[in-house]
């Protein structure tokens, strides 16, 4: 069994050092899939069904990634492991220079863009793999949610400004050339989340850990479904990844009804509000409400994507922000309520699993994406993600001690 040690300074100095490896890694990110990669596609002249195919190509590497490598950290301390995990991506966003440079929609570009995109998420999908076993060693489990929020917090803030400039600059020059600086800026980021990731220090004492460790090798996709806890949220997790794939396509389907690169690169700002504001009531509210509170919150508001095609430039903005405020919501109550029922001994199998899950669900997003019309997407991702929630709630709800995986 695992025990948490009274490390103070240990405890404050991975505060700060996980702080800013989160909000590095969240900003450059934001470069790499989601609203502004879409833009980037589409103001290099590749049409919507290119750029629906190269979110489900992404998509697919990161599912696979996982799923292969769902047990490469469950006998070694994931803290090192996730940090080099995450380089490559630093030297990744560089090889998008010469394309952007050029401003090359050729089929070759296409090839060599999805090609980066793979191996970015590759790179991405070994880092999804440790990071949810990282935070039973670096923090204790009763801090765990405040510092995500508050991570959130200042990563939200960092990406707004950053959102602000590129919108700034897209006005005033082509959006190819702000992607060529922000690349650079995006692989500097990782850089600095690499080290920062590389500097902290385990507050697990080495028997402990090396006990654990056997334990974990024990640990089977077989043994998960035995657990309540995992085989009842097998939809809920793929559902809430389909609507996780249907918001990450949002910029296209603004592009699709006509909406300008400018709106497209205005979400990436309202994407940052909305996400500081939902980690703002996250962290000032944690202790004084359930985090199944928060989630079921979260779950009405993205019943608003079914009005995005019916408002306007404002209307859009505005309905996106909530939504994302709703998704923001569920991103940090989910890991708050499953860090007491799920013990670091599994946690990296259980989590890579779960992300599986959840990124098949994005992954049939995507594909769905290309071949149906806007509004029965949103519809079925709203009425999903509705159906997740309740499906988390009730599952955390009813998970007893004798049902829990304990230390």
């Known amino acids: 069994m695992k025990t948490e040690i009274g490390n103070p300074e240990g405890v404050f100095r991975n505060k700060i050092l996980a702080t800013v490896a989160y909000t590095a890694r969240v900003v450059a990110l934001t470069c790499a ?32 990634t996982i799923l292969f490598f769902s047990g490469w950290v469950s006998n070694k301390n994931p ?12 030297l990744l966003f560089l090889t998008y220079l010469p394309i952007a440079i050029r401003q090359s929609a050729s089929f070759s570009s296409y090839i060599i863009l999805c090609a980066i995109g793979a191996f970015q998420q590759i790179s991405i999908g070994l880092f999804t793999v440790c990071e949810y076993k990282v935070p039973y060693y670096i923090y204790r489990k009763s801090e765990y949610g405040i510092m995500l929020s508050i991570c959130g917090i200042i990563s939200s803030l960092l990406s707004l400004g950053v959102g602000a400039v590129i919108l700034y600059f897209t006005a005033r020059v082509p959006f190819t050339k702000v992607m060529a600086i922000a690349f650079c800026f ?25 006990t654990g460790d056997e334990e974990a090798k024990k640990v089977s996709i077989i043994a998960l479904l035995r657990l309540p806890i995992f085989s009842g949220l097998i939809a809920a997790n793929v559902m809430r990844g389909f609507t996780a794939g249907v918001i990450g396509v949002l910029a296209t389907v603004a592009l699709d009804l006509g909406y300008s690169e400018s709106l497209t690169a205005a979400m990436v700002s309202a994407q940052s509000f909305a996400s500081l504001f939902a980690c703002g009531v996250f962290a000032v509210l944690a202790k004084k409400i359930s985090p199944a509170a928060f989630l079921l919150v979260g779950g009405a508001l993205i019943l608003l994507l079914p009005l995005l095609p019916i408002s306007g430039n404002f209307g859009y903005l505005l309905i996106y922000l909530f939504i994302v405020f709703g998704r923001t919501l569920i991103d940090y109550s989910v890991p708050s309520l499953l860090i007491n029922s799920v013990s670091a001994n599994v946690a990296g199998s259980y989590h890579a699993w779960r992300m599986v899950l959840q990124n098949v669900g994005t992954l049939l997003a995507t594909l769905l994406a290309s071949r149906i019309s806007h509004m029965p997407l949103l519809l079925i991702g709203a009425a999903f993600q509705l159906i997740s929630c309740i499906s988390f709630y009730i599952c955390t709800k009813n998970s007893t001690k004798k049902e829990r995986l304990v230390d």
Not at 45 to 54: A, T
Not at 79 to 90: E, V, W
Not at 194 to 200: K, N, R
């Open 33 to 64: 899939s989601g609203p502004l990669m879409q833009t980037f596609l589409a103001s290099l002249g590749f049409d919507s069904h290119r750029i629906y195919v190269h979110s489900s190509i992404l998509q697919a590497v990161n599912v696979l």
């Open 79 to 90: 803290i090192k492991r996730s940090a080099f995990a995450i380089l490559p991506t630093a």
């Open 186 to 210: 995006s692989s500097l980021l990782i850089v600095i989340a690499f080290l920062s990731i590389l500097f902290e220090k385990s507050l697990i004492s080495n028997s402990e850990e090396e």
